[in-house]
T-cell receptor, first 114, second 110 residues
Framework: AQSVTQPDIHITVSEGASLELRCNYS??????LFWYVQSPGQGLQLLLK??????LVQGIKGFEAEFKRSQSSFNLRKPSVHWSDAAEYFC????????????FGKGTMLLVSP | SQTIHQWPATLVQPVGSPLSLECTVE??????LYWYRQAAGRGLQLLFY??????ISSEVPQNLSASRPQDRQFILSSKKLLLSDSGFYLC?????????FGNGTRLTVT
């Protein structure tokens, strides 16, 4: 069955430190990949997406993600975390443009310590 | 630019009462529309999606229904709410990609 795994439920990072959030998927083919961020009580905001081409994609707010086909991973990174980055982050995948099959991971809560 | 409006932001309803949540999209035509529910610790669950007026697909059998009376309007309804319907409901649109979400409705069924 198709699945998306975010192995870390919570992550705490010091302000100014680097960040990497993990995402692994289980699909028969290369899916389209997304990262969303959700602040408390708010909707989800798209950070970045990967459809094809360069496997390192740049997003908003200084985030980037790298698609690694051999590892079925799409990890999110940021070189220096700001306190305002504290939020929940969701990885999502879809096998084709039919969004009825969009699958989200269960999310990783990022806490930023001073 | 495109915008999505979802209301109300919060709602407290007794068990057995009806429900109507509304979502509208501006700035695009014939979008795909979606209703998701987010329960604590359970991630996002797709409830319904629509590719056009009157076309609704249900992903999960439940106490809820959806309708799309106009191109950019999507409504989530229930005739009788259950305690288990409590959660955070998110409307989203795509045309065709990626998904863009509204700010959500926090529903508490008491």
């Amino acid at each position: 069955a198709q699945s998306v795994t975010q192995p870390d439920i919570h992550i705490t990072v010091s302000e100014g430190a680097s960040l990497e959030l993990r995402c692994n998927y289980s699909y028969g083919a290369t899916p389209y990949l997304f990262w969303y961020v959700q602040s408390p009580g708010q909707g989800l905001q798209l950070l970045l997406k990967y459809f094809s081409g360069d496997t390192l994609v740049q997003g908003i707010k200084g985030f980037e993600a790298e698609f690694k086909r051999s590892q079925s991973s799409f990890n999110l990174r940021k070189p220096s975390v700001h306190w305002s980055d504290a939020a929940e982050y969701f990885c999502a995948v879809v096998l084709n443009s039919g969004y009825s099959t969009l699958t989200f991971g269960k999310g990783t809560m990022l806490l930023v310590s001073p | 630019s495109q915008t999505i409006h979802q209301w109300p932001a919060t709602l407290v309803q007794p068990v057995g009462s009806p429900l109507s949540l509304e979502c509208t999209v501006e700035g695009t035509s014939n979008p795909n529309l979606y209703w998701y529910r987010q329960a604590a610790g359970r991630g996002l669950q797709l409830l319904f999606y629509s590719v056009g007026i009157g076309q609704i697909s249900s992903e999960v059998p439940q106490n809820l229904s959806a309708s799309r009376p106009q191109d950019r309007q999507f409504i989530l309804s229930s005739k009788k709410l259950l305690l288990s319907d409590s959660g955070f409901y998110l409307c989203a649109w795509s045309s065709p990609s990626p998904l863009h979400f509204g700010n959500g409705t926090r529903l508490t069924v008491t």
